[in-house]
């Protein structure tokens, strides 16, 4: 079971990436997916999920309406695309897969439910 983070680099503000997450000996189907990102010295923080139906996605408040998380089956990939790219958004990003999770009634990314993570890519926001 792998997970396998790739599409990071080198982006000026307000560029564009897409992040894929692909999975390698089991389905992505089924589970719940997260991006998760980590910033030199500050603790991993969830920035987008999508449930195991497809039916809920969940973005940080940094992240909305720049960034947006869809599923692939037949790829067997999830994508994360970043719009509009800051660079406060410079980290070290990894997916994981696992169950879904629910704050308050509303769909949430919780490390502690994720049960399987990829190697990071890293993604560099800079002029």
């Known amino acids: 079971v792998q997970l396998q983070a790739s599409g990071g680099g080198l982006v000026q503000p307000g560029g564009s990436l897409r992040l894929s997450c692909a999975g390698s000996?089991?389905?992505?189907?089924?589970?719940?997916i997260g991006w998760f990102r980590q910033a030199p010295g500050k603790e991993r923080e969830g920035v987008s999920c999508?449930?195991?139906?497809?039916?809920?996605?969940y973005y940080a408040d940094s992240v909305k309406g720049r960034f947006t998380i869809s599923r692939d089956n037949a790829e067997n990939t999830v994508y994360l695309q970043m719009n509009g790219l800051q660079r406060e958004d410079t980290a070290v990003y990894y997916c994981?897969?696992?169950?879904?999770?629910?704050?308050?009634?509303?769909?949430?990314?919780?490390?502690?439910?994720?049960?399987?993570w990829g190697k990071g890519t890293q993604v560099t926001v800079s002029s």
């Open positions: 000996g089991f389905t992505l189907d089924g589970y719940a």
């Open positions: 999508i449930s195991s139906s497809d039916g809920d996605a």
């Open positions: 994981a897969a696992g169950g879904d999770a629910y704050l308050s009634g509303s769909y949430y990314c919780d490390l502690g439910d994720m049960g399987w």
